[in-house]
C-alpha cells in the first residue's frame, strides 16, 4: 500500500542517516575463515550455533549478556510477564546470547554448561560484539561498576557507581574515570547473519529479542533494519535505546526512540517493542 511504502522511504531516510561507523573507534577487519566445502563463508563463526539447527521454535536473543542476568531471568519467566505474553513457557525456548566483556567469560560458560545439561539449548558468543559485520573492534570496559554494567564501543561513554566500593575507586583516581577504563580489541559477529541463519536452520521461528547494549543500538539497528526482514523474525523487542549517547553523535536524529516506535506501527510490521530500563 501507499501507506507501508511511505513508511519504509521514511524510515531509510531517517537510519541511512546514522548507518555509518561507530563514533571513535576504527574497525580492524579480520581476514574470513576459508571456507572448505562449508553452507557459509563465515561458517566457523556460527559454530554456536549448530546445536541449535532443526531443534527451536523460540528463541531469546540478548544482545548483550554482561554476566547472565537476563538468562536466568528469562528461564524464570521475568521477560515474558513485562510483555504480558501468558500464552508462552519461557522453558520451551533456546538461547542465543553475545557478550564482549573477558570478566564475564567463566560465568557465562559455567552458566551454559548448567542449562544444557538439563536438557535447554543455550549458545552464549564470549567475548564477543553483537555488530554489523564479522572480524573486530575496540571495546572500552567499564572499570569502575562492580558489574562493569558500563562497558561500551563508545570510549566517551560515563560509567556510574553501584556500590560504596566503586564510589571508593572513583575517589582514589580523583574522579578520572579514564584511569578505570580498560580498552579490548574483541571479536565481532554480524548480528544480521546470525539471525538470518538461526531462521534459515529452524524454519517458523519466532524471535525474542533484548537489546541494552550501552550504545551499540545506533550501529546495529540501522544494520538490521536496512538489510534483513527483522519484523518477519521477532516477535517481541525488549529495546533500550541510550539517547544520552545519541545526543552526542551529530548522525542520531532527535526523537529516534518514538520515531521507530511509529515506522513499526505498520500494519506490515508484528513486531511489539517493549521499552527496558
Not at 543455550?122 to 559485520?133: P, W
Not at 571495546?139 to 556510574?160: A, M, P, Q, V
Not at 531462521?199 to 533484548?210: D, H, Q, S
Not at 549517547?245 to 510490521?269: A, E, I, R, Y
Request: aromatic share 12%; proline share 5%; hydrophobic share 40%.
Amino acid at each position: 500500500s501507499i501507506t507501508v511504502i511511505f513508511c519504509s522511504l521514511v524510515f531509510s531516510v531517517i537510519f541511512l542517516l546514522f548507518s555509518g561507523e561507530s563514533v571513535g573507534n576504527e574497525i580492524v577487519m579480520a581476514p574470513p575463515p576459508v571456507a572448505i566445502k562449508q553452507e557459509h563463508p563465515y561458517a566457523s563463526y556460527l559454530k554456536p550455533l549448530e546445536d541449535l539447527k532443526g531443534g527451536c521454535k523460540y528463541i531469546f536473543m540478548d544482545f548483550g549478556s554482561n554476566r547472565g542476568d537476563s538468562i536466568d531471568g528469562w528461564y524464570e519467566g521475568e521477560f515474558l510477564r513485562l510483555s504480558k505474553r501468558r500464552d508462552l513457557d519461557p522453558k520451551e525456548f533456546c538461547i542465543v546470547g553475545f557478550e564482549p566483556n573477558p570478566q564475564w567469560t567463566p560465568t557465562l560458560l559455567a552458566m551454559q554448561r548448567k542449562y544444557q545439561e538439563q536438557g535447554y539449548k543455550v549458545a552464549l558468543f564470549t567475548e564477543t560484539l553483537a555488530h554489523k559485520r564479522f572480524g573486530t573492534d575496540n571495546f572500552y570496559i567499564d572499570g569502575l561498576s562492580t558489574n562493569s554494567f558500563g562497558s561500551s564501543i563508545f570510549e566517551f561513554k560515563r560509567f556510574k557507581t553501584e556500590f560504596a566500593a566503586d564510589q571508593k575507586k572513583l575517589d582514589d583516581v580523583k574522579g578520572d574515570m579514564n584511569k578505570l577504563r580498560t580498552k579490548k580489541v574483541v571479536w565481532t559477529v554480524d548480528a544480521g547473519v546470525i539471525l538470518e541463519e538461526l531462521a534459515r536452520t529452524n524454519p517458523g521461528l519466532r524471535v525474542f529479542a533484548k537489546m541494552d547494549i550501552e550504545g551499540s543500538e545506533f550501529m546495529i539497528m540501522p544494520h538490521l533494519l536496512m538489510n534483513y526482514p527483522i519484523c518477519k523474525w521477532i516477535d517481541t523487542f525488549y529495546l533500550e535505546w541510550h539517547m544520552g549517547l545519541g545526543k552526542k553523535m551529530s548522525n542520531v536524529p532527535p526523537n529516534l526512540d518514538q520515531t521507530f516506535n511509529w515506522l513499526l506501527s505498520s500494519d506490515s510490521c508484528n513486531m511489539t517493542v517493549v521499552s527496558i530500563k
